[in-house]
C-alpha cells in the first residue's frame, strides 16, 4: 500500500469545503508526498478530481463505502498553488 | 510588471465572469481564478443535501468553469471575514439580506490582496453595466472600485467601453478595442458572445449564487437573529438553515423537521449538538430542537413531529426523545391535525 503523508477528514463538511481544506493541506505538502482524504459529500467526486486536474496534481484512487469516500491524491511538480488568503 | 501580465478573474461559475476570462485570455494575458466561499454560496450545498438532488450530476461550477478554460482556480475560504460583511454592510441590504454592494467590495478587496501577495498585475470580473440593481450600476461600479482600493487595477472586459480606461488599458497590457460595451439586464449579448467562443454549456445565466438573495433564506436567518442574543453565527448555523422544515411553535424553541431520508442523514450529524426527536411506531423524521425546553414543550413538539411522519392519521404515535446527556425518552402523542399546526410558526 502506498505511503499516506498527510490525512484530512472532511467527513460531514459540504463542497466546497473538502475542497478548500486539500487545497489548504497540499499548499504545505512536497511533491510526490500523498493526502488521504475521507469525505462524505458526494461532491467530492466531482469536485476534487477537478480541482486536482486544473492544479495539477493527481487522484490516485477514489473509493465509496458506506457513505465514505476516500481518495488518495498525489501531489505533483511544483504545481501547489500559492494560497496564501486563509 | 512581469513580462507577460497576469491577472485574476473572479470566477463565480456563471457565464459572464466565464465570458470576461476567455476575452482577456485572448489577449494574451495569464489569467488565474479565484473563488470566495462565504458560506452562503448556493453552490453544491442543497444539491448534496436532499436524497432527490443527489440522483442529479454535481458539479462545482466554478471548478468546471476553471477547467473549460484551462485556468487554475484558487478557492478562498472567507466564511469568518464575511461575517462582518453581512451584518454590518456600508451600503445595506438588497431585497433579502443580500449586501452585495458591500460584498463586490469585499470580494475584489480581497482579490487585491491576493494579487499583491502573488505578483499578479490586475483583476478582471465578468461584471455588466446595469444587470445588478445594487453592485452593477453606473453609480456603484466607481464605489467597488473606490472602497476596495484596487482603483484602476479592477478592468470589466464585458462592459469596458462604457467605463473610464483602467490601467491595464492604459499601459497596453489590454486592447481596449477588444473589450465590450455590454450594457443592461439582456442575456443576449452574453449569449452571442459564448456563441463565438463556442461555449455551448454554462451555468444558468444570472443564476442566484448566493442564499442571501433568497427571500424564504432571509426570513430564517433574521428569525435565528431575532431569537439569540447575538447576530454572531457560526457556519452550522447557517448551514442548518438551508435544511429541513423549520417550525417556531414557541418564542423560545424552533424546530427543524428533515423532509426527506437525505435531509434526515444530514441532521443525524448534529444529534450531539441538540436535543432530537424521533417517531419510534413509525417512519417519521428527524427533528431538532434549537432552544431551551420544558417538559411541555417537548410534548408540544413531540405532536407537531408525529405530524409529520406516516403515523399522522394514527390514534397514538410514539415520538422518542433523546436528550443531550443522551437519556431517552418514550411518549404516546396524538399527531396534530393539519389545521392545528399554525402558520405563523412557519419560519
Known amino acids: 500500500m502506498a505511503r499516506i503523508d498527510r490525512e484530512l477528514d472532511a467527513r460531514r463538511l459540504l463542497c466546497p469545503l473538502p475542497v478548500i481544506r486539500a487545497q489548504d493541506a497540499i499548499a504545505d505538502m512536497r511533491s510526490g508526498e500523498r493526502l488521504r482524504v475521507v469525505a462524505t459529500d458526494p461532491g467530492v467526486k466531482n469536485d476534487i478530481p477537478a480541482w486536482c486536474r486544473i492544479n495539477g496534481h493527481k487522484v490516485e484512487s477514489m473509493d465509496e463505502r458506506d457513505d465514505e469516500i476516500v481518495l488518495i491524491i498525489e501531489v505533483e511538480g511544483f504545481g501547489a498553488p500559492a494560497f496564501t488568503d486563509h | 510588471m512581469s513580462t507577460q501580465a497576469k491577472a485574476v478573474s473572479l470566477v463565480s461559475g456563471g457565464l459572464d465572469s466565464m465570458l470576461a476570462t476567455r476575452a482577456i485570455m485572448d489577449q494574451g494575458i495569464h489569467v488565474e481564478g479565484i473563488n470566495f466561499f462565504t458560506g452562503f454560496c448556493v453552490e453544491g450545498h442543497t444539491h448534496a443535501i436532499r436524497q432527490e438532488d443527489r440522483q442529479k450530476p454535481k458539479r462545482n461550477n466554478a471548478l468546471w468553469v476553471a477547467e473549460q478554460l484551462g485556468i487554475k482556480l484558487h478557492i478562498v475560504d472567507v466564511i469568518e471575514e464575511y461575517k462582518d460583511v453581512l451584518l454590518n454592510p456600508r451600503h445595506g441590504y438588497g431585497q433579502n439580506m443580500n449586501p452585495c454592494l458591500d460584498c463586490k467590495g469585499f470580494m475584489v478587496r480581497k482579490a487585491y490582496e491576493w494579487i499583491q501577495q502573488n505578483d499578479f498585475d490586475f483583476i478582471i470580473t465578468g461584471e455588466v453595466l446595469g444587470q445588478r440593481p445594487m453592485s452593477q450600476r453606473k453609480d456603484t461600479m466607481p464605489v467597488v472600485q473606490r472602497e476596495s482600493g484596487a482603483g484602476d487595477l479592477l478592468l470589466r472586459p464585458l462592459c469596458a467601453k462604457h467605463l473610464p480606461p483602467t490601467l491595464p ?72 438553515l438551508k435544511v429541513g422544515r423549520h417550525l417556531r411553535p414557541r418564542p423560545h424553541f424552533k424546530m427543524i423537521i428533515s423532509r426527506e431520508e437525505g435531509e434526515g442523514k444530514f441532521l443525524e450529524g448534529y444529534r450531539k449538538q441538540f436535543l432530537h426527536l424521533r417517531t419510534h411506531s413509525h417512519a417519521g423524521p428527524l427533528v431538532l430542537i434549537d432552544g431551551e425546553v420544558s417538559d411541555d414543550d417537548i410534548h408540544l413538539a413531540a405532536r407537531i413531529a408525529a405530524r409529520y411522519g406516516q403515523g399522522r392519521d394514527a390514534e397514538q404515535v410514539e415520538i422518542e426523545v433523546i436528550a443531550l446527556d443522551e437519556q431517552h425518552q418514550m411518549l404516546q402523542v396524538r399527531p396534530f391535525g393539519q389545521d392545528e399546526i399554525s402558520p405563523k410558526w412557519r419560519v
Not at chain 2, 497596453?172 to 458572445?193: C, H, I, T, Y
Open chain 2, 169 to 240: 488599458e492604459r499601459e497596453g497590457w489590454v486592447e481596449r478595442d477588444k473589450l465590450f460595451a455590454f450594457n443592461g439586464r439582456s442575456r443576449k449579448p452574453q449569449m452571442a458572445l459564448a456563441q463565438e467562443y463556442g461555449f455551448t454549456d454554462y451555468a444558468t445565466p444570472a443564476g442566484g449564487c448566493c442564499f442571501l438573495t433568497d427571500k424564504a433564506y432571509s426570513e430564517k436567518l433574521v428569525d435565528m437573529w431575532q431569537h439569540r442574543s447575538s447576530r454572531d453565527y457560526q457556519l452550522d448555523d447557517i448551514m442548518l
